[in-house]
């Protein structure tokens, strides 16, 4: 395939092309900026183009057979509430408009565990644990309210275009090791209701990127990636009754479980039994 990927110069993009490129695939990484150190490679294309700007990204993907979009603005606290909002669920817009408009029918946008409201609200609310795509959204940020827009805005899309697929991945935390959450983490008891000692290792992530495109499903579909463990020393099952004691358990937070249920990808876009 010839895979567009906005954001291709940022952290997760950077290994999502790898992997693409890797995998045999054409890709045409669109970015804000372009990479202080190119890589050279015969199926690797830069373009310099703002997400927020559509003619500029229309003319990007022409040719492409599929599109990850992943640039976005990835928390509420390095800029004012209204640029965030704007420049997420804007970019999120055009970078669909412009994927169907050039013939693309295989999308996959990199949404957020905090779609449901989680690391930047004022109290985090759960309704059960493990946490899975029907945790219903309480979104009070800024950045949780845009992530949950770009959703919103691909189950408009795949209304009106009977043949197209888009998968909403909700990260948690993407890290290239689990030491660099749990360093992250472990110091900040004041918010443990707030991130759940959980994270997403980048090879993972760019993995269910890739897959994401190619996975047998209908329509919109989000689906929860994060690791299968926590970074806590503690079982989940001490930490629950610690922390949450009111929360119903229906899943298996047993051992070092993570309180995320990545259960739902595994079997659709991994294909796992």
């Known amino acids: ?4 990927i906005t954001g291709g ?3 997760l993009g950077k290994v999502v092309v790898d992997l693409a490129l890797k995998q045999g695939h054409e890709v045409v990484s669109i970015d804000a900026s372009l990479p202080d150190q190119p890589k050279h490679h015969e199926n690797l294309r830069y373009l310099k183009a703002d997400c927020t700007v559509f003619d500029a990204l229309l003319n990007a993907m022409v040719g492409c057979d599929a599109m990850i979009h992943l640039a976005a603005i990835p928390s509420p606290r390095q800029h004012p509430p ?3 909002q704007n420049n997420n669920v804007t970019a999120s817009f055009n970078a669909m408009q412009a994927a169907v408009q050039s013939g693309i029918r295989r999308i996959c946008q990199a949404s957020s565990v905090n779609a449901l409201g ?3 609200s004022r109290k985090a609310h759960f309704d059960y644990f493990p946490i899975d795509e029907a945790q219903p959204t309480r979104c009070e940020d800024p950045y949780s309210l845009s992530k ?3 959703e919103q805005q691909a189950d408009a899309f795949v209304r009106l275009h009977d043949d197209l697929k888009i998968a909403s991945l909700r990260f948690h935390y993407i890290v290239p090791e689990k030491s660099v959450a749990r ?4 110091p900040r008891v004041e918010d443990a209701d707030k991130h759940l000692w959980g994270y997403t290792l980048s090879d993972m992530a760019a993995e269910a990127c890739l897959h994401g495109l190619t996975a047998s499903f ?5 689906f929860c990636i994060a690791a299968p463990d926590t970074v806590h020393d503690l079982p989940s099952l001490d930490l629950a009754q610690r922390y949450f004691p009111e929360v119903p358990i229906v899943g298996d937070l047993s051992g070092r479980n993570s309180f995320f249920s990545s259960e739902k990808a595994r079997k659709i876009l991994f294909g796992a039994n």
């Not at 395939?1 to 567009?4: L, V, W």
């Not at 360093?183 to 472990?186: C, F, K, W």
């Not at 209908?218 to 989000?222: D, F, K, L, R, S």
């Open 183 to 186: 360093d992250a983490y472990l």
């Open 118 to 120: 989680l690391a930047f």
């Open 218 to 222: 209908t329509g919109h579909e989000a």
């Open 148 to 150: 949950w827009i770009c």
């Open 1 to 4: 395939m010839k895979i567009a």
């Open 9 to 11: 110069n940022g952290r």
């Open 82 to 84: 209204h640029v965030v």
